[in-house]
Nanobody, 124 residues
Framework: QVQLVESGGGLVQAGGSLRLSCAAS????????MGWFRQAPGKERSFVAK????????SYADSAKGRFTISRDNTKNTVYLQMNSLKPEDTAVYYC?????????????????WGQGTQVTVSA
């Protein structure tokens, strides 16, 4: 089992920044690729970013490229999502998830463990 706890969400004005954190416990953190997903009201959960087990490889949804940065610290069992230049359309519940593949995948169904989510609200 891997337990994931997100934090760092909140209310921010458009153009602002937030840094989400996801703390993991349980099994060896570095054995899992990690992903961030989001779900807006009335929409399906969608891929935002992923990072490989070592942190050497990352990938982003088009909507996140150039604005969001995923990173991880395997000594702290934590993955981060730095979000800059936020837009109202970024408003959603953000989830981190763990995938036992090496580099991670973009499909939510591939991830075995999920956090409870953290709300991000961007006002215009």
């Amino acid at each position: 089992q891997v337990q994931l706890v997100e934090s760092g969400g909140g209310l921010v004005q458009a153009g602002g920044s937030l840094r989400l954190s996801c703390a993991a416990s349980g099994r060896t953190f570095s054995n899992y690729a990690m992903g961030w997903f989001r779900q807006a009201p009335g929409k399906e959960r969608s891929f935002v970013a992923k990072i490989s087990r070592s942190g050497s490889s990352t990938s982003y949804a088009d909507s996140a490229k150039g604005r969001f940065t995923i990173s991880r610290d395997n000594t702290k069992n934590t993955v981060y999502l730095q979000m800059n230049s936020l837009k109202p359309e970024d408003t959603a519940v953000y989830y981190c998830a763990a995938d036992d593949s090496v580099s991670g995948r973009t499909s939510a169904g591939a991830y075995e463990y999920w956090g409870q989510g953290t709300q991000v609200t961007v006002s215009a």
